[in-house]
């Protein structure tokens, strides 16, 4: 999907959460100090929080999700190792580190989002970053307006310069598209509104067009008629069918509101018009 479907988003503040240990190359250390010196004025705001613990970790989240709730709108950069379960928090050189999975890590994230009136943005700078999307479902509520991250294992210097790098373009411009460009091919970049447009694309090229509406209208009659009914029953449902199968516009604004509620920057026909021919709107 190009950059067509893409909500306006705001950030005034980058939120570094640090959970190296002192042993570890100093990344996130490296990055406030380039951001302070891209930002001289603190436009956007910076911050960098160092922790020790899962718990410190949890706090630092409630931090500043209450911080949204004053109005900030944050870009949360998390800078940890990481693997399939989830966040490491190395604590104290020798000390025994904890994990944060990934389900609740992104739960959490949702709630800020909320809470920033769906804007946050997420910088996974940790090995596996790209995690943090599979729990991801149209269903509830988006986690975060955007979320780049490592599709697999990295370097620190790597992840050090793709930062600095993505944040150079997106201070500087700013354009979410152009910042996700200055990233290496390890990287994967996510957008909630980008990824709803498709999801929902997808829905209705299974079931709302050519053949394979006819199918779904057939298999709605066959769920809840019998082959003898009487014809006139037959096409009373059939019909019935059809008006379901096709394109909804309530069932559309129904699920957006529930994943991006804040709105979108297309409208019902022009993703139809996307779904029926992958044509972008202009």
Known sequence: MCSRFVSVISNSTI????????GDLQTGLSTYYHLRGLTPENVPRIRRHQVNSATEFWKCLDDIEGQCLEGWKPIIQVEAHADKNGVEISGQEGG???IVPWPPLVDRFRS??????????VFMA???????????????AAPYMFLVGPKEKVSAQLLKDSAEKFYDVLIRTPDINRAFGSLPKEFLSFLAERFFATTYARVLRAQSFGRKRKDRVNFLVNMVIPENAEPEKLREVREMARLFSRPDRERFEAVQRNYLP???SFTFDELVEFARTGAIPE
């Open 15 to 22: 939120e570094i959460i640090d959970c190296l240990s002192p």
């Open 96 to 98: 025994k580190p904890s």
């Open 112 to 121: 800020i989002n909320i809470a920033s009136q769906f804007n946050l943005g």
């Open 126 to 140: 940790t090995c596996e970053g790209v995690e943090a999307l599979r729990p991801m479902t149209i269903k509830k």
């Open 262 to 264: 804040q709105g979108v």
